[in-house]
């Protein structure tokens, strides 16, 4: 021990201090800065605390530099058992220098790992902190009010000052001190407002991230403190009652006046039905959420809050709000604690919503150097372009062909829809897989495998992949022209259409293709306009968000000309990026400042008012694209040359063509 104590090294933050004489590891921690969790304030009930002696060069690991357990470790019987060799910070003092190990479990900050097709790792920086409190009893010396009491127990035991109380709690103090012995824990939010209170000790604070789309809405019931996930919840948006898109939702609320509240009290009905599935999987209540976050496209956004988004369905596009909004559940209409706190993200633009702040926030382009293209595609694709020198923004009118709306057998994503397709470039037979079943159509078994579902249609990443095969196969001409002589390929008034399956009811049309040319052109259009903006010929990498994102073969999106070229081991799928960010902002309040601060740096481009945005519409309609080289997947794919002709099976019998498809 040196004159000024003991030395103390924390790992893994590397914090090292001295610690005095009968100091515990809690206090030395305290002293020094270093992160280690509490509820209960060091009272030997949370089993928060829990640390381990560590090592260090030069240091071995020396269980005797802490006093040996006392009776609070001892008949320590609290709801997280003591580990083998764990000992509570707040009761085991330092007798040596000591290396402390604080495992994740014990960090107020820590980081929890998301586990996707990549692994997203999110700083847990709780919004909303629990503190045990003793407070002291009024006597006719000291009758100050409960208030102050619990404000002066909160900044003597904890450090905590200047907190300003929400005005409903105030009528819960008075019974809630008495009735429990003037032991209480209490909820801070975001270190300024106390918003709840409780009897004795409580170190339960749950929250519940949304991700409401125009089509579906997902919540997640999440651990405040640890950032485990307790339970998903997804249900349709009953809002597609109201149209199937989002304008033409917008559109009935410009035709039936006061039709946005329909729309609000049906999307706030589902959100709150959500939480009960949430509460019932997990087994805890509804009064154990706190917080909650929600992210939406502009439209979605807007009806959460009970805001008419006809404002959004024409130019300018105006927003009501773009910055972050705050306010409280029950505001809409969310069955939770009285003192849980509502968290909106920032929307970017008027067509470029919460949702796509939450997928930047996921995402991060703005975190490295490489050009990256992250895109979520809806029935508007919403696109943002950049690196760390600058993010830019913009949604392109894809329309809904990509969900499969605009197809002649076009269907969501569903049992029964086919969702991957191939076709053989000799014999232009197809072969395809439908959701529900793992194998390929020309498989044993397929027939029993979909006799429950039957073929029902086809969704948009069946299209996608159908269409492009077709391209490469050369049925389908780089102009978008379905020609060729097979028996597939059939008249249909003065086009020709592919016939898909046995039952020649699943085909793709002229017009099917037609559709997805236009969606493609607007949302490549929309790409190269950022791209022009921002000054660059290539991106490095390019993320796919959304339900869309997840489900399309990033190279079959290449090869029609989605998206530019680049290395398709940098092309992945974002998952549920927007839902990611939306579970980001509810456990750090870390992640709220810098989606805040990033929202307000993007640079909004207006698609609808850029004249350049025609033009490169026009180069974008061919497949896959008219004058733009695709060298990196060229080395992947053998594009076919642009001049090819039409397709031909050679050799084919008319009769032997239907005994192979009847036989799918
Ligand atoms: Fe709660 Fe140690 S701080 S048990």
Known sequence: ?????????????????????????????????????????????????????????????????????????????????????????????????????????????????????????????????????????????????????????????????????DPALIAELQPVLRQSNWEVTVAVHTGTELTAIWPGFRDLALGVAYDVGSTTIAAHLCDLASGDVLASAGVMNPQIRFGEDLMSRVSFVMMNPGGERQLTAVVREAMDHLIGELVTEAGVTREDILEVTVVGNPIMHHLVLGIDPTPLGTAPFALAVDEAVTGTPSQIGLDVHPGGRLYLLPCIAGHVGADAAAAVLSEGPHRGDAVQLLVDVGTNAEIVLGSSAGLLAASSPTGPAFEGAQISAGQRAAPGAIERVRVDRESLEPRFKVIGSDLWSDEDGFAAAVEKTGITGICGSGIIEAIAELYLAGVISHDGVIRGDHLRIVADGRTSSYVLDADASILVTQPDVRAIQLAKAALYAGVKLLMGHLGVDTVDEIRLAGAFGSHIDTKYAMVLGLIPDCDLARVSSAGNAAGTGSMMALLSRAARIEIERVATEIEKIETATEARFQELFVGAMAIPHATDRFPQLAGVVELPPRDTPPARAGGRTARRARAEGSAQ
Request: proline share 7%.
């Open 1 to 165: 021990m040196s004159d000024e104590g003991f030395r103390v090294t924390f790992t893994p933050s590397g914090r090292r201090g001295n610690a005095s004489p009968g100091a515990t590891v809690l206090d030395a921690a305290r002293q020094i800065g270093a992160d280690i969790d509490s509820v209960c304030g060091g009272r030997g009930i949370c089993g928060r605390c829990q640390v381990t002696v560590g090592s260090a060069p030069g240091m071995p690991a020396s269980p005797d530099a802490l006093s040996a357990p006392g009776p609070t470790e001892i008949d320590y019987k609290g709801k997280r058992p003591l580990a083998t060799d764990h000992r509570l910070a707040c009761a085991a003092i330092i007798c040596d220098d000591v290396v402390i190990d604080v495992p994740p479990d014990s960090q107020v900050h820590r980081q929890v790992v998301r586990k996707r097709a990549e692994v997203v790792a999110i700083d847990v920086d709780p919004v909303v902190r629990l503190h045990y409190i003793e407070v002291a009893e009024p006597t006719l010396d000291d009758a100050g009010s409960d208030l102050g009491r619990i404000l002066a127990a909160l900044k003597g035991q904890w450090g905590l000052s200047g907190l300003t109380v």
